[in-house]
């Protein structure tokens, strides 16, 4: 039973209220078939709306059951809408783009009623209307009665317990209208049927009651229903529009529209376009600059030495001190500052156990190690007749393989020109540059005319030189040692049995595409040569004797400076010519370093194979600082990736300042979609006010605008992708007729599958203010629209 108790409501434009109900009272059967008759105006149609919840009233109470809705709340009405009231309009109101079996599922849809039980329900309710071999039709295949049937069979989809007609007859013609009516009056056996009409003869013919409204009143009720006190046992169904379901509807509202479709993706997709083609180039460059420095990089060293720096510019004075100056200032004064506050120097205690850790990395990742020893060994050089001292500056350790082949590093990286790469310690090697050039004083070292224009390398290759053990080369003069230096002297150290010869094996030259060419030109030997002279130099008489004494360097005779550090400013030193303080002195650590006394090199350089060899290396060596207090770590310095790190910055920001242009058309790419989805609102209005007839919540209305932005988002997402593909293929092309680059365009699949989850996000963000404006639309005004 459906009972209205002093309904009332009223419209206000402006300054004017229009009375549409006024305090009417009406009682329903549940199953009778009610004609509501009256002029244009009369306040029928409003009150029909608000049978059906598709308006509400001012005042009083509509009551369904025996259960109130003035508590009802929107979702409330939805639910009463689906549930139970079924529509029958006189414009029929079926939605265009969808079939005449779909259109009649809908409100099932929403009631989610499982897919099988909806079709078998719509084609029992279609076949019961006389449609079962239109099915699969739409809307505009079909005659005004056949609409109006589906608009029937929609209504009666549900099950509801009340179907509301409004002027279903209007639009059709005499003899369809019978039809119509004879179906209708066929549902009104067992449901409540309220029809609204302006034909009297009509209504009292078909139905079992006229109500007659006029001025917002009820004038006259044939068959009137007294008050009756109803228990509550009515229940509401909640609905609810799955996704999904938005989707389909929002899919084939836009296959409606292709072509407008297709170009309103394109144009969304130009953005997505721009950033894709950027962080193709960019992807493509970094592995073209990658691949470019795992092989001009590999072999950059990992270099550990006894003394590091590291510069932090984060949060120092003198960063903070500089912002607040004005730079090129007209300042009439100086501002000091201490440059060191922007330096960290770490000390590396560098132990034979760091070094034995170090010699246990898998020589298969190394090509070679290189240790630079402050050694000053003892060489001599004789032309047959007269042995002279070599300044052993010009000398150097060339890397060698762990466990043995110390020439293999040569192999890889240098060329032989004359002679052998050195197969044993004593043999030496001289490195010249790219145009076989060689330092005076290094030619000079050797023995030969310095001032001569070319020298052959045959006079070269085979030469010898003496390496003498501190006890012939040192000998005590008082209570210091002196170099035994006279020319008889030297010639007898040079004689002398225990001098170890050496001889140049043969001269190397960088490759020409070589990578890795550290050594500068000069003569190179190995660093078993160098721990061969330091384990007899660590037994020495002038190792021993500088050991034992703290404060005097035994070679000059000079007092050691009181500070540890070699070269360390004492406050208010006076400076010497050339800058240098007054306490440069040696310090005793570094004469004995200088005297063979130490095995510890200065530093250490490891020549890795690749650059994977490299990653490798630098694990193995933190493996060491794992669980050690900073003071106790050993920094080292990779110098590969501080170049990687400053390249792979540029890189990175060039691409960051070119996507935020190409993002603007992200911007204009969202207000369009925007305008898009507004216009789609404008045009599916009715579509709207059909929805909401049917139960469907606001959050419904604005789930389906967002499946369209969704739908147009993705599909422009992909398009976007698709013609990004195809582009890199030219884009490749020309720049490997300008660079030699090949296939420097590549745009890597996970920034494709991002950039398509962008694009949907941004055009659903972009549909978001319609999609809300549409949920907001009155189903009334939106039922009225064309």
Same mark, same amino acid.
């Given at each position: 039973?459906?009972?209205?108790?002093?309904?009332? #409501?009223?419209?206000?434009?402006?300054?004017?209220?229009?009375?549409?109900?006024?305090?009417?009272?009406?009682?329903?059967?549940?199953?009778?078939?009610?004609?509501?008759?009256?002029?244009?105006?009369?306040?029928?149609?409003?009150?029909? $709306?608000?049978?059906?919840?598709?308006?509400?009233?001012?005042?009083?109470?509509?009551?369904?059951?025996?259960?109130?809705?003035?508590?009802?709340?929107?979702?409330?009405?939805?639910?009463?809408?689906?549930?139970?009231?079924?529509?029958?309009?006189?414009?029929?109101?079926?939605?265009?783009?969808?079939?005449?079996?779909?259109?009649?599922?809908?409100?099932?849809?929403?009631?989610? @009623?499982?897919?099988?039980?909806?079709?078998? +329900?719509?084609?029992?309710?279609?076949? #019961?209307?006389?449609?079962?071999?239109?099915?699969?039709?739409?809307?505009?295949?079909?005659?005004?009665?056949?609409?109006?049937?589906?608009?029937?069979?929609?209504?009666?989809? $549900?099950?509801?317990?009340?179907?509301?007609?409004?002027?279903?007859?209007?639009?059709?013609?005499?003899?369809?209208?019978?039809?119509?009516?004879?179906?209708?009056?066929?549902?009104? +056996?067992? #449901?409540?049927?309220?029809?609204?009409?302006?034909?009297?003869?009509?209504?009292?013919?078909?139905?079992?009651?006229?109500?007659?409204?006029?001025?917002?009143?009820?004038?006259?009720?044939?068959?009137?229903?007294?008050?009756?006190?109803?228990?509550?046992?009515?229940?509401?169904?909640?609905?609810?529009?799955?996704?999904?379901?938005?989707?389909?509807?929002?899919?084939?509202?836009?296959?409606?529209?292709?072509?407008?479709?297709?170009?309103?993706?394109?144009?969304?997709?130009?953005?997505?376009?721009?950033?894709?083609?950027?962080?193709?180039?960019?992807?493509?460059?970094?592995?073209?600059?990658?691949?470019?420095?795992?092989?001009?990089?590999?072999?950059?060293?990992?270099?550990?030495?006894?003394?590091?720096?590291?510069?932090?510019?984060?949060?120092?004075?003198?960063?903070?001190?500089?912002?607040?100056?004005?730079?090129?200032?007209?300042?009439?004064?100086?501002?000091?500052?201490?440059?060191?506050?922007?330096?960290?120097?770490?000390?590396?205690?560098?132990?034979?156990?760091?070094?034995?850790?170090?010699?246990?990395?898998?020589?298969?990742?190394?090509?070679?190690?290189?240790?630079?020893?402050?050694?000053?060994?003892?060489?001599?050089?004789?032309?047959?007749?007269?042995?002279?001292?070599?300044?052993?500056?010009?000398?150097?350790?060339?890397?060698?393989?762990?466990?043995?082949?110390?020439?293999?590093?040569?192999?890889?990286?240098?060329?032989?020109?004359?002679?052998?790469?050195?197969?044993?310690?004593?043999?030496?090697?001289?490195?010249?540059?790219?145009?076989?050039?060689?330092?005076?004083?290094?030619?000079?070292?050797?023995?030969?005319?310095?001032?001569?224009?070319?020298?052959?390398?045959?006079?070269?290759?085979?030469?010898?030189?003496?390496?003498?053990?501190?006890?012939?080369?040192?000998?005590?003069?008082?209570?210091?040692?002196?170099?035994?230096?006279?020319?008889?002297?030297?010639?007898?150290?040079?004689?002398?049995?225990?001098?170890?010869?050496?001889?140049?094996?043969?001269?190397?030259?960088?490759?020409?595409?070589?990578?890795?060419?550290?050594?500068?030109?000069?003569?190179?030997?190995?660093?078993?040569?160098?721990?061969?002279?330091?384990?007899?130099?660590?037994?020495?008489? @002038? @190792?021993?004797?500088?050991?034992?004494?703290?404060?005097?360097?035994?070679?000059?005779?000079?007092?050691?400076?009181?500070?540890?550090?070699?070269?360390?400013?004492?406050?208010?030193?006076?400076?010497?010519?050339?800058?240098?303080?007054?306490?440069?002195?040696?310090?005793?650590?570094?004469?004995?370093?200088?005297?063979?006394?130490?095995?510890?090199?200065?530093?250490?350089?490891?020549?890795?194979?690749?650059?994977?060899? #490299?990653?490798?290396?630098?694990?193995?060596?933190?493996?060491?600082?794992?669980?050690?207090?900073?003071?106790?770590?050993?920094?080292?310095?990779?110098?590969?990736?501080?170049?990687?790190?400053?390249?792979?910055?540029?890189?990175?920001?060039?691409?960051?300042?070119?996507?935020?242009?190409?993002?603007?058309?992200?911007?204009?790419?969202?207000?369009?979609?925007?305008?898009?989805?507004?216009?789609?609102?404008?045009?599916?209005?009715?579509?709207?006010?059909?929805?909401?007839?049917?139960?469907?919540? +606001? +959050?419904?209305?604005?789930?389906?605008?967002?499946?369209?932005?969704?739908?147009?988002?993705?599909?422009?997402?992909?398009?976007?992708?698709?013609?990004?593909?195809?582009?890199?293929?030219?884009?490749?092309?020309?720049?490997?007729?300008?660079?030699?680059?090949? $296939?420097?365009?590549?745009?890597?699949?996970?920034?494709?599958?991002?950039?398509?989850?962008?694009?949907?996000?941004?055009?659903?963000?972009?549909?978001?203010?319609?999609?809300?404006?549409?949920?907001?639309?009155?189903? @009334?005004?939106?039922?009225?629209?064309?």
């Amino acid at each position: 039973m459906l009972q209205l108790k002093n309904i009332s #409501k009223s419209y206000t434009t402006g300054d004017f209220t229009q009375v549409a109900l006024d305090k009417v009272s009406l009682n329903l059967r549940e199953n009778e078939f009610v004609a509501i008759l009256g002029p244009s105006g009369s306040g029928k149609t409003t009150c029909l $709306n608000i049978i059906g919840g598709l308006d509400q009233y001012d005042s009083g109470d509509l009551i369904i059951n025996g259960k109130s809705t003035q508590n009802f709340q929107d979702s409330d009405w939805d639910a009463y809408r689906n549930n139970s009231v079924g529509f029958i309009f006189q414009s029929y109101n079926l939605i265009a783009h969808l079939s005449i079996m779909d259109n009649v599922e809908l409100g099932m849809t929403l009631s989610g @009623v499982p897919a099988a039980e909806k079709r078998h +329900k719509a084609k029992e309710v279609l076949e #019961k209307v006389g449609l079962k071999d239109h099915l699969h039709k739409k809307p505009n295949q079909l005659s005004g009665g056949q609409m109006q049937r589906v608009a029937i069979a929609r209504a009666l989809a $549900n099950d509801p317990d009340i179907i509301l007609a409004d002027e279903p007859t209007g639009a059709l013609d005499t003899q369809t209208s019978e039809q119509i009516m004879e179906l209708i009056k066929e549902i009104a +056996k067992d #449901k409540l049927v309220v029809m609204v009409t302006h034909n009297p003869e009509l209504a009292r013919k078909y139905t079992d009651r006229t109500v007659e409204f006029r001025d917002g009143k009820i004038i006259s009720d044939t068959d009137p229903l007294p008050d009756q006190k109803v228990s509550s046992d009515y229940k509401l169904k909640k609905t609810a529009m799955g996704f999904s379901t938005a989707l389909k509807l929002s899919f084939k509202n836009i296959m409606t529209k292709k072509w407008r479709t297709t170009l309103t993706a394109f144009a969304s997709s130009i953005g997505i376009i721009g950033i894709a083609l950027i962080l193709a180039l960019s992807n493509g460059f970094n592995k073209q600059i990658n691949n470019y420095e795992a092989g001009a990089l590999s072999n950059f060293p990992v270099s550990i030495s006894q003394s590091a720096m590291s510069f932090d510019r984060s949060e120092t004075a003198a960063d903070d001190a500089a912002t607040s100056k004005e730079e090129y200032s007209d300042s009439q004064e100086i501002y000091p500052y201490d440059p060191s506050a922007n330096t960290i120097m770490h000390t590396n205690v560098l132990t034979e156990k760091y070094l034995d850790f170090v010699k246990q990395i898998d020589p298969a990742l190394i090509d070679g190690i290189s240790y630079a020893r402050k050694v000053n060994m003892n060489i001599l050089k004789s032309d047959g007749k007269t042995a002279t001292a070599i300044n052993t500056s010009y000398f150097s350790s060339f890397p060698s393989k762990a466990g043995g082949a110390p020439g293999s590093y040569l192999e890889n990286y240098y060329d032989l020109l004359a002679g052998s790469f050195p197969s044993k310690d004593t043999d030496l090697v001289l490195i010249v540059d790219e145009y076989n050039q060689l330092n005076v004083a290094s030619v000079e070292a050797l023995g030969l005319d310095y001032t001569a224009d070319s020298i052959g390398f045959d006079d070269i290759v085979g030469q010898e030189f003496k390496l003498i053990p501190n006890d012939l080369y040192y000998v005590k003069s008082g209570d210091h040692f002196v170099v035994n230096g006279t020319a008889a002297n030297l010639s007898d150290m040079y004689n002398s049995t225990d001098a170890i010869p050496l001889r140049i094996a043969g001269i190397i030259r960088a490759q020409k595409d070589s990578p890795m060419s550290t050594m500068a030109a000069g003569i190179a030997y190995s660093d078993d040569l160098a721990l061969r002279f330091i384990t007899s130099a660590q037994a020495s008489k @002038v @190792v021993k004797a500088q050991e034992q004494e703290d404060t005097i360097n035994l070679l000059t005779g000079d007092v050691f400076p009181k500070t540890s550090a070699q070269t360390e400013m004492m406050p208010g030193a006076p400076m010497m010519p050339g800058g240098a303080g007054s306490n440069t002195a040696p310090v005793k650590e570094d004469v004995l370093a200088a005297l063979g006394a130490t095995s510890i090199p200065a530093s250490i350089s490891i020549y890795p194979k690749d650059f994977d060899s #490299k990653e490798a290396i630098v694990e193995y060596l933190d493996k060491w600082n794992e669980d050690l207090p900073e003071s106790d770590m050993i920094v080292y310095t990779d110098m590969a990736a501080i170049v990687t790190g400053l390249t792979g910055g540029i890189m990175n920001a060039i691409t960051l300042v070119l996507i935020a242009f190409a993002s603007i058309s992200l911007v204009v790419s969202m207000i369009m979609i925007a305008i898009i989805t507004y216009i789609s609102v404008l045009e599916r209005t009715k579509e709207i006010g059909v929805l909401r007839a049917l139960g469907a919540r +606001k +959050k419904d209305i604005t789930r389906v605008f967002n499946a369209e932005t969704f739908i147009i988002g993705a599909f422009s997402g992909v398009l976007a992708i698709g013609i990004t593909y195809l582009l890199t293929i030219p884009a490749n092309i020309i720049i490997k007729s300008l660079t030699d680059l090949s $296939n420097v365009a590549q745009l890597n699949p996970l920034h494709a599958l991002l950039l398509i989850l962008i694009n949907v996000v941004l055009t659903m963000l972009g549909g978001f203010i319609p999609a809300k404006l549409a949920a907001k639309k009155n189903p @009334v005004t939106a039922l009225r629209s064309e």
